[in-house]
């Protein structure tokens, strides 16, 4: 989960830095854009206009997008897979029945 963090982070400041270089705008509010583009609001107060800004857009669009599904995942994924272990007590009382109805094993 760090290094989806790590991503998004990275991802957000990448976006930001070079919006401001392609739109002439400052890292503000660069970093404004970068944000509510990623988190998929988009009020339309910034928005590219050169080329460079709107391949940026799109690439920071599909990036937050892909990396907020992945982070949700991972959260999901560790949860639910938190609720299906066995404690430890639990696995040795199945070995117990096991081993009773194995004919062929010595008790």
Sequence with gaps: MTRILTALAGCLVLSAASFSFFEDKSLWDAFWWANITGLTIGYGDLYPVTVGGRITAIIHGWASVILMALLTANVLGRLMDEREKFTHD??????????????????
Excluded: A, F, G
Aim: net charge negative; hydrophobic share 35%.
């Design 90 to 107: 639990e696995q040795e009382e199945i070995l117990l029945h096991l081993r009773r109805l194995d004919p062929l094993e010595k008790q």
